[in-house]
C-alpha cells in the first residue's frame, strides 16, 4: 500500500519481484542497483543463504527525487524462490503496490513458472488483493538459453490477464530497466 | 513472543493508499517524542506493515531507519505466518533482546507496527505498558488518516503530477 506523507512531502509505493528460484529476480535488482545513478539509490540489502540464495528478500530502495515537491520513492523486493519458502513469500508480498512476475523461459521450467504464478493468485487473495486490477507486469527472462520457450507459448499458458510482457536478459542487463519502468508507472497510474 | 495479524485482517480488502496529513504527522510525532521520553528510549518508530516509515523519532535510528523499517515489517510478516502454523491469533508483539540495545514492536490494529528503541536502563515492563497506551492514541490517528485518505490524496495526485512521474521514470530507469 502506497503511502503519501503529506506532511515530509514524500510518496512511498513498493514493488515485489516475485519467481521461482533461479529465475533472476536478485539478478534484476542487482543491474539495477549498479546501473542507475548512484544517488537515486541506497544500499542494496540481500538475506541470503550461505550459497547465496534468497533466504528472506532482498531490498533495493529508489528516490526518484522530488516531482511537484514531493520525494518519490520505490522500494523494490524480491521474495525468496524455492518452493520451501511459500509463507515467507506471503510475508514479503504484504503491502505491495505492484508486482514483477519474472519468468524462467527455459523449457524445463514450464511447470515450475506455472505452479509459481498460480501460487501467486492465490497469495494475493490472501492479502485481500484483486490480481485483476491490480500492477502487475511480467518479465521473460533468460531469452538467451537455447531451451527457452517461443514468447507466444509463454504468453498463451502464463499470462491469461494478458499483462504488460518484457523480453530480458537479466545477467546482461537486457530487458531490466523496461520491466521497472513499466511496473513503476502501472504503480504510479494506481495511486 | 511472536506477532501476528489475524486472519480477518488479512482477508480484508486493503486500501491502495494511506496519506498522512500535516496535522496528523504532528500527532503522531508528538506521541512517539513523549513515548520516547517516558521510556527513556533511544528511538521510536511508526512503519507501516509494507515496511515504509511513517514517522521516526530519536537520533540513533535514523540514518538507517529505511533499512529498519523494510527488515521490522519482514520479520513481524514473517512472524504472523508462523502464528497461523501454531493456530495462533493474538500474538501482537515481538522483543528482540540484545547485549546492547533492545527492539519492542507492537501493532497497531492491522495496519501499523510501532518500534520502540531502547537499552538496558529501561525496563521492557515499561515499554510494554506505555507502548500499549500509545498504540490506543495511535488506533485513533489511524481512523482519521483512513478516513481523509481519499480526499487529502486528490491534492497531491493530480494529472500534472503523473505526468511529471513519468517523465521521470523514463529519464532515471534507462539502460
Sequence with gaps: MALINIATHEIHCKIVYYGIGYCGKTTNLQHVFKSINPNARGEMLSIATETERTLFFDFLPLDLGSIHGFRTRFHLYTVPGQILYERTRLAVLNGADGIVFVTDSQAEKFEENVQSISELEINMRRIGKDMSTFPCVIQWNKRDMPNALPVSVLERYLNRRRVPSYEAIASDGKGVFATLRAISKSVMAQL | ?175
Excluded: C, P
Design chain 2, 1 to 175: 513472543m511472536l506477532g501476528a495479524y489475524t486472519e480477518g485482517g488479512a482477508s480484508m480488502e486493503q486500501l491502495t493508499n494511506l496519506v498522512i496529513s500535516d496535522r496528523e504527522l504532528a500527532s503522531i510525532s508528538t506521541l512517539l517524542m513523549k513515548l520516547m521520553n517516558d521510556t527513556h528510549a533511544t528511538s521510536a518508530m511508526l512503519i507501516d506493515k509494507s515496511g515504509q516509515v511513517v514517522a521516526v523519532q530519536g537520533t540513533g535510528s535514523r540514518r538507517n531507519a529505511t533499512t529498519l523499517g523494510a527488515l521490522l515489517a519482514g520479520v513481524f510478516s514473517s512472524s504472523r505466518e508462523v502464528a497461523k502454523l501454531l493456530d495462533e491469533k493474538d500474538f501482537r508483539n515481538i522483543f528482540q533482546q540484545g547485549v546492547q540495545e533492545n527492539i519492542y514492536t507492537s501493532m497497531v490494529e492491522e495496519q501499523w507496527l510501532l518500534v520502540i528503541i531502547f537499552d538496558r536502563l529501561t525496563h521492557i515492563g515499561l515499554v510494554k505498558v506505555l507502548s500499549k497506551k500509545a498504540s490506543e492514541e495511535l488506533v485513533r490517528v489511524l481512523e482519521r488518516v483512513r478516513n481523509d485518505s481519499s480526499r487529502a490524496r486528490s491534492s497531491v495526485i493530480n494529472l500534472q503530477f503523473r505526468s511529471s512521474v513519468e517523465d521521470t521514470i523514463d529519464l532515471l530507469f534507462r539502460d
